[in-house]
């Protein structure tokens, strides 16, 4: 609807799931939208590192706002699947209990489940785990069956929403970080960034870790996140069936535990720990952490093949102390929206939490529904080969011979997937991008021979980058330091 | 007298070979060698050891390849190598190019050509 | 009626070699069936010496050996598929491939030989902690960018590990005017060639690091520090021994492993020490008419034992054609397995059947720890046939013993062939 004297209606500071989320919801509105970015792509942050996991909603206390977007998250989530064609898979959870003495606590997160509102609960009986998870540890007692809960893409529900949201009229602006916000006097925002000043009527505070920062600028209450890291080991394809369902540990004497789950690219993930940290970019294993998801997952799961893991990693919660969601314009700051401390289950809140996040924008601004028919409802998604028959395979081909070009030998991604990745709305401008779209690189050679194909891509399809510029995640990143002898020449006019 | 062991690099056996030399320098024994490359070897590195330098120049004009891998044609003494590499700096091929062309005749004046190892 | 007598998977050197043996005589029509755009495999950015001294006689660079096989091949006759990925490789030995020039395609072969080479073990697989920043390459992407594309990964290198393709990449970056600061090692002894420490670290004055290993990578976006430790017996770090190495580039050769991922699907019983497939003297895996040969069956230190070893895989796959075509009895029964003790980690082949092999059959194995003036035995049962004595026995450099066929025939009782190492 755009006022006169305000670039956009709604400038969404963060490019995670609940950013993209809330943007994408807010397109179907006739209110503009920008989304700021600080990273070079979207999901770079909280929402690329975690899980992966579709809760079912017997976690968060009865009555908070957690349980609800959970649940609700939940129920939205296949639909947005379909419509955005990512990949979500329903295989349920389990959280097992390995000591008769703790088997109370099973049923105490059962009534929780029930009183949440989760549906198809169920407590089930040492033999029944054994027969749904052969490689159960003997000390397993019994666990409860979640049938809603499941796994998901998280780069493919974060770019389809994005990518959807571009679509219909968002703007993004990438490697963008909101460094000031001033309040201006007839009402509304100015932000200042790198890539230049902005205003706005309205913020959306989901700058993730860093939301307490963009928080505290304009907001009378201050905001402590902290950021809570979780290591995770992930491991090979050959290693995916070790386990059928996502595997939690019922919390014990024994500590947390970590979970042990199939990931939707087939592998096996084990983790995470949790430790508050300090450093807002802190996502670095460490040798401690890295050994304890080890140890740990041990405890549900026996023989987990940890000599097939493929990589580690680091994802940092945004976690403040009162453990629940901050979603609501502040009191203080008349159209700054928090949509903060967004940690798990933020991912499979994230359908209701754009809902909720834009329904509390659409209020304040009275922003309108788009005429029916306006609104693109739903986005092709990139085709993944390993889907598809030996027919389907060969009909892309047909169309597109560079779907027969095989660029990622361990996934079988084509050079036409990532030649669409780097088109797309909202596309590949790195290696990450490019895998985070693709799934190329994400195998056991982890990218030791697609990394030149994919820099030569890349720079092949896009003006302003080069074989010597090409990044892994942005600027700051780049792959190579110059030509062959550079050094020698260097040295000799030196 | 004295005596020096060597890893002979002639060939990928990696075999001990043990040199005598006189004190003036003369040498009075190759031992530990399984074959004549490796005496000679032995020889070389403890008078004027000598190197193959393979290293790569750009290519103009070749529809495959951005790059043409090179040799020296023959051995270099050692300490020359890196004046092999320096006479290289700025020097271009131009396609075609086959195996075996010199791409830089008596490099940084060794004596010896850097001619191309495949076709670009 | 196959489409091919014989179709091989992969062409570099192992495949090469099959292939043109296989196509010798003209009789059998071979297809090579590649995934890259051109022939020769990772020969091609093996841009230095050292290559072809037993095949050629001579000392040539990867390239050189690369183009005198595939002229090699080409003379033969063998048919050459390019640019096209194998995507499956069913028992029945129909290959599902996908190229650019013809989409998607089923070719049947009478047999088959994978060659499809191996992979370098990636950083993932150490967990070394720390950030994921740009500047870690494995030592053969960082190989691929400086000979093929001629462009430096860095300026200010470690390598970790001292497998033959770090080494040479010491030396490689360095010529190029990069300062490698050190090579660690975790184990106390390296994992390359002894000639390769003496021309690519030695020369360059490049420190070896024994006993040593990478704890921890500094960096969000590039690499600007890693942390090296000595490690105790059991590969853990020593607390206080751990040194900061400021660079751009961490380099990995910590190890290569089979690429075996299409024999997985053909359901090829794969070793769990070699990660390749289970052979017999043939170099027939568990699949009748599905051979294998060259880095994807074990991993090799030299070309030349891969063409070698190629060549009998090429030559077996021709006799099996052949009885193929004369609706011959395979005769399938189990041989005489090869046993591995006293050192010896395994042997290639696992298996022989006596009657098939041929006069003289190479047995190739590493030993899994360094041993010092040992020797090399050989059992047909209880009696010793061979010994060779070895001043020294490490697990970088493969070794191989001779068997004799009419060693085999004259001992029909014999159930097992045992190789260890033995006191000299």
């Not at chain 1, 003997?138 to 389809?160: E, H, K, M, R, Y």
């Not at chain 2, 010199?102 to 004046?109: D, K, P, Y």
């Not at chain 3, 600061?181 to 690091?209: H, T």
Request: proline content about 5%; overall charge negative.
């Amino acid at each position: 609807m755009q006022d006169s004297g305000f670039q956009y209606d709604v400038v969404i500071i963060g490019a995670g799931v609940s950013g993209c989320a809330t943007a994408r919801e807010l397109a179907k509105t006739n209110g503009s939208v920008c989304v700021l970015e600080r990273e070079d792509d979207v999901c770079c942050g909280t929402s690329k590192a975690n899980s992966a996991i579709v809760h079912a909603g017997y976690d968060a206390m009865t009555g908070s706002l957690m349980a609800r977007l959970n649940v609700e998250g939940n129920a939205l989530m296949h639909e947005l699947a379909k419509k955005l064609n990512f990949t979500v898979k329903n295989i349920g959870s389990l959280v097992v209990c390995t000591s008769e003495r703790d088997v109370d606590g099973l049923h105490e997160l059962f009534a929780r489940g029930v009183a949440n509102g989760v549906p198809d609960l169920q407590v089930i009986d040492r033999d029944t785990l054994r027969s749904m998870e052969p490689n159960i540890s003997p000390s397993a007692v019994g666990a409860l069956w979640a049938p809603t809960a499941g796994i998901v893409d998280p780069f493919g529900l974060n770019v389809a929403l994005a990518e959807n949201a571009a679509t219909n009229g968002v703007r993004f602006v990438f490697d963008a970080p909101v460094m000031a916000i001033e309040r201006l006097p007839q009402g509304g925002y100015a932000l200042d960034t790198p890539r230049g000043r902005l205003t706005c009527r309205c913020v959306v505070n989901a700058a993730g870790v860093y939301a307490d920062q963009i928080h505290n600028m304009v907001c009378e209450d201050k905001l402590k996140i902290v950021p809570r890291r979780g290591q995770y080991m992930l491991l090979d394809t050959t290693a995916g069936s070790h386990v059928h369902h996502v595997v939690f540990a019922l919390p014990s004497k024994m500590g947390k535990g970590v979970l042990v789950s199939p990931t939707i690219h087939g592998n096996l993930i084990v983790g995470p720990t949790a430790e508050d940290i300090r450093d807002k970019e802190g996502t670095d294993t460490t040798a401690a952490g890295l050994s304890e998801v080890a140890e740990k997952c041990g405890i549900t799961v026996v023989d987990v093949p940890l000599r097939e893991v493929i990589t580690s990693f680091s994802g940092l919660r945004a976690h403040r102390a009162e453990h629940e969601f901050l979603i609501g314009e502040n009191p203080s700051a008349p159209g700054f929206v928090d949509c903060s401390a967004i940690e798990s289950p933020g991912l499979t809140a994230s359908p209701a939490i754009g809902r909720m996040v834009a329904g509390i924008v659409t209020d304040i601004l009275g922003l309108e529904e788009r005429p029916a028919g306006e609104f693109v409802e739903t986005r092709e998604g990139i085709p993944n080969m390993n889907d598809l028959s030996f027919e389907q395979w060969g009909k892309l081909c047909e169309k597109n011979p560079l779907y027969g070009r095989v660029i990622c030998r361990c996934c079988h991604v084509s050079e036409a997937q990532i030649v669409d990745a780097i088109h797309r709305p909202v596309g590949a401008r790195s290696l990450d991008g490019v895998k985070r779209r693709t799934g190329a690189c994400m195998g056991r050679c982890q990218a030791g021979f697609c990394t030149p194909k994919i820099m030569e891509a890349l720079s092949r399809e896009l003006p302003d980058v080069s074989m010597e510029n090409v990044t892994k995640s942005g600027p700051g990143s780049e792959f190579i330091e110059g030509h062959a002898k550079d050094a020698i020449v260097e040295e000799a006019h030196a | 007298m004295e005596t020096r062991t060597l890893t002979c690099i002639r060939c990928p056996r990696g075999c001990a070979v043990t040199v005598t030399l006189e004190d003036d320098g003369t040498i009075t024994s190759v031992t530990g060698n399984s074959c004549l490359r490796g005496d000679k070897y032995a020889r070389d590195e403890v008078t004027h050891p000598v190197r193959v330098v393979t290293t790569t120049v750009p290519v103009e004009g070749s529809a495959t390849e951005k790059m043409v891998s090179v040799k020296t044609a023959g051995d270099v003494p050692k300490d020359r190598v890196f004046d092999v590499v320096r006479a290289l700096t700025g020097v271009t091929a131009t396609a075609p190019v086959h195996t075996g062309d010199v791409i830089l005749a008596n490099a940084a004046g060794t004596g010896v050509d850097i001619v191309a190892t495949k076709d670009a | 009626m196959s489409d091919y007598d014989v179709i091989v998977i992969g062409g570099g050197p192992a495949g090469l070699a099959a292939a043109t043996t296989a196509r010798e005589d003209g009789r059998r029509s071979v297809l090579v069936v590649e995934r890259d755009q051109k022939l020769g495999g990772i020969l091609n950015q093996c841009i230095h010496n050292g290559f072809g001294l037993i095949t050629f006689n001579e000392e040539l660079t990867g390239p050189e050996y690369a183009a005198r096989y595939e002229k090699l091949a080409r003379d033969a006759g063998v048919e050459f598929l390019l640019d096209t990925m194998v995507l499956d490789v069913s028992p029945g030995r129909v290959v599902t491939c996908v190229s650019e020039a013809h989409g998607m395609q089923h070719i049947s072969g009478g047999a088959v030989v994978l060659a499809m080479g191996c992979r370098e073990r990636p950083r993932g697989a150490l967990n070394i902690p720390g950030f994921r920043p740009a500047g870690v390459y494995t030592a053969g992407t960082a190989q691929r960018l400086v000979n093929i594309e001629g462009l430096m990964p860095g300026r200010e290198v470690v390598i970790l590990g001292s497998g033959d393709i770090g080494l040479i990449m010491a030396r490689r970056m360095t010529l190029e005017g990069a300062h490698v600061a050190c090579v660690a090692e975790l184990m106390p002894y390296s994992g390359g060639l002894k000639r390769n420490i003496v021309q690519c670290l030695d020369d360059f004055d490049i420190p070896l690091l024994l006993s040593h290993t990478v704890t921890r990578v500094e960096g969000k976006r590039r690499v600007e520090a890693v942390w090296v430790a000595q490690v105790d017996e059991k590969g853990r770090p020593i607390a206080g021994t751990e040194k900061r190495y400021l660079c751009d580039t961490l380099l990995l050769s910590v190890g290569l492993l089979p690429e075996n991922e299409l024999s997985r699907s053909a359901g090829v019983e794969l070793s769990r020490v070699t990660r390749g497939p289970v052979v017999n003297e043939s170099l027939e895996t568990s699949i009748p008419g599905i051979f294998a040969c060259g880095n994807v069956l074990h991993v090799h230190d030299l070309v030349d034992y891969v063409t070698q070893e190629a060549t009998a895989a090429g030559a077996a796959a021709v006799r099996w054609a052949d009885a193929c075509a004369k609706h011959a009895e395979h005769d399938e029964k189990p041989g005489i397995p090869v046993v591995a003790e006293g050192g010896v980690r395994y042997t290639v082949p696992q298996s022989i059947d006596p009657e098939r092999m041929p006069e003289k059959l190479t047995l190739r194995f590493r030993v899994g720890g360094v041993f010092e003036d040992k020797r090399i035995c050989v059992y047909l049962g209880d009696e010793r046939v061979l010994s060779k004595r070895r001043p020294i026995l490490v697990p970088g450099e493969m070794e191989e013993v001779t068997l004799k066929r009419d060693d085999l025939l004259a001992r029909p009782a014999v159930d097992k062939v045992v190789v260890t190492l033995e006191e000299a």
